[in-house]
């Protein structure tokens, strides 16, 4: 049986990393996968982490199983970091592996026990959406995103788009720092996409991977603000791979809030079923960090500030690229990168120079030209901006 399988391809992204690491040449450079690097090119553990993580271990006394759902605290912290505020018995939490555990069992959900059929994705948008919902039985299809240049947003494309969904289908959108370009909406266009889609009745689903990393913790929580206002149902996938650093630890949050509270123990019950015939109950360590933290008044302002040394390195990144290039002529102007915002951006790059990048240089970008500005450092970027000039 099992002879007769073909290779399967790459992933369009941890596909590099594989490659990345398999490559002998001493002067590699990965901006691939979208894993924060400090100054010396490594990714740290926060020491907010540390210090937790110390805690728990001191203090833990089991590793049982925990609940379907996660540990009890986790999901109130999490509710009230997305939100800023505690919303009431509407909204249920769960504790999942990652984001995109949060994605799976969301489109698990939203097939079975929803009914719904078709996921609207953004063009462009993360390279493993659409696997993700497709391997949960929804069909997917894209709306408009980016204006001609690639490098904004195409505002009214986007609620011109919005307006041809038919009500009952989903829309995923992406809180902040949009994977893979870098491009948001404002708070006040957030503002006119969230009464389109109650008005049509589209479903929003909130993709929030980078809380934190835009332009601060609260500040990137604005998307949010309409939905919740708004009094519908929506579901909100967050990750705390990047805010934290928490990649390997696999832990995430899946929140479904219903428009009153008697609905909400009902979603609830079945994303538990969903949890349940997928990976049984989550992993542990990483929630227990995300709760230790988040109640510890310490602890918390220690990680804001991290967060904050995180997202302005990345910033600070972005304006060293972008003077680098036009400090040597570069034929193309890329001064979109300093107003785009979180881990990636558009580099505008074509599939031929990605490869010749890669081929030539032993640097390793995605396919679609996205950059991880979060893995450029001062001892990388020179020789970055000279081989893209070459590709160029
Ligand atoms: C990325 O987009 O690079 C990250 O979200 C990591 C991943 O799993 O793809």
Known sequence: MFEAMEMAPPDAILGLTEAFKNDPNPEKISLSVGVYKDDTGTTPILECVKQAESRIIENENSKSYLGIDGLAEYGPLVRDLIFGE??????????????????????????????????????????????????????????????????????????????????????????????????????????????????????????????????????????????????????????????????????GALTVVSEDDNTAPVTLSHAKRAVRTNYSNPPKHGGAIVSTVLSDEQLRSQWESEVAQMRNRINDMRDKFVKAMQQRNAPVDFGFIQSQRGMFSFSGLNKEQVDTLRNDHSIYIVGSGRINVAGLTDENLERFCDCVMQVL
Not at 125 to 154: C, I, K, M, P, Q
Not at 182 to 205: F, H, K, M, S, Y
Not at 225 to 239: A, L, T
């Open 86 to 251: 505690d919303i009431g018995g509407r909204a249920v939490t769960l504790q999942t592996p990652g984001g995109t555990g949060a994605l799976r069992v969301s489109g698990d959900f939203l097939k079975h026990k929803v009914g719904a059929s078709t996921i609207w994705l953004s063009n462009p948008t993360w390279a493993n959406h659409g696997g993700v919902f497709n391997a949960a039985g929804l069909n997917t299809e894209t709306y408009t995103y980016l204006n001609e240049s690639r490098t904004g947003l195409d505002f009214q494309g986007l609620l011109d788009s919005i307006s041809q969904i038919p009500g009952g289908d989903v829309i995923c959108l992406h809180a902040c720092c949009h994977n893979p370009t870098g491009v948001d909406p404002t708070a006040e266009q957030w503002e006119q996409v969230a009464a389109l889609c109650n008005e049509r009745g589209i479903l929003p689903l909130v993709d929030f991977a980078y809380q934190g990393f835009g332009n601060g913790i609260t500040e990137d929580a604005a998307a949010l603000i309409p939905f919740r206002q708004g009094g519908k149902e929506f579901i909100v996938c967050s990750s705390f791979s990047k805010n934290f650093g928490l990649y390997g630890e696999r832990i």
